[in-house]
């Protein structure tokens, strides 16, 4: 299957500073990238839907402006935590779609953010 | 909002026994699929079947659709150590996004 490359896997920061967060597609395009948030033995919740060129879709509750994304090319979207909080500790996941096709999601390997 | 819901929550059983979860959605889709996550690790596509389709199979995975009731089942036959996760079904339509359901944490005894 499809590759999608996350990196960091971990990081740990400050509480005030921010974090970017990639997210790749390794061997296809992908012209939209998903990003998630996971709570400890919780499910996944959308974030938002990052669209190569164009401005994200951010869900409910969900600041825009606390959390950036850019989706500059076919194959990377990023998501920037600015001045983060202890609350914002978690597990963050990127998932693409292959191009034109409306199949299977990808997912990258998930990045644990720990603000102290 | 979260569209799927699975149950049980959890679920422990020995190995070599059979593991089941049903997950239960509230609009129509185009497919539907399962995951796995190991603790604190990144998701695993398991199985993707389709709304037109009933039944699928995939090793010791087998995974149920009924539209009528907007219901899905997974089915781990065997069971071994290894398959203790959290198991996530998701599901869309047209284009949007997965939306996952609360997930089953499985656990089996070796």
């Known amino acids: 299957g499809a590759v999608v490359s996350q990196h960091p896997s971990r990081v740990i920061c400050k509480s005030g500073t921010s974090v970017k967060i990639e997210c790749r597609s390794l061997d296809f395009q992908a012209t939209t990238m998903f990003w998630y948030r996971q709570f400890p033995k919780q499910s996944l919740m959308l974030m938002a839907t990052s669209n190569e060129g164009s401005k994200a879709t951010y869900e409910q509750g969900v600041e825009k402006d606390k959390f950036l994304i850019n989706h500059a090319s076919l194959t990377l979207s990023t998501l920037t935590v600015t001045s983060a909080h202890p609350e914002d500790s978690s597990f963050y996941i990127c998932?693409?779609?292959?191009?034109?096709?409306?199949?299977?999601?990808?997912f990258g390997q998930g990045t644990r953010l720990t603000v102290v | 909002s979260q569209q799927g819901e699975e149950d049980p929550q959890a679920l422990s059983i020995q190995e070599g026994e059979n593991a089941t979860m049903n997950c239960s959605y509230k609009?129509?889709?185009?497919?539907l699929q399962w995951y796995r996550q190991n603790s604190g690790r990144g998701l695993v596509h398991l199985i993707l079947?389709?709304?037109?389709?009933r039944e699928k199979h995939s090793g010791r995975l087998r995974v149920t659709l009924d539209t009528s009731k907007k219901s899905s089942s997974l089915l781990i036959t065997a069971s071994r150590a290894a398959d203790t996760a959290s198991y996530f079904c998701a599901s869309h339509s047209g284009n949007t996004p997965l939306v996952f359901g609360k997930g089953t944490r499985l656990s089996v005894i070796a």
């Open positions: 609009t129509s889709i185009n497919n």
């Open positions: 079947i389709r709304s037109n389709e």
């Open positions: 998932s693409a779609r292959v191009r034109q096709k409306n199949t299977e999601a990808f």
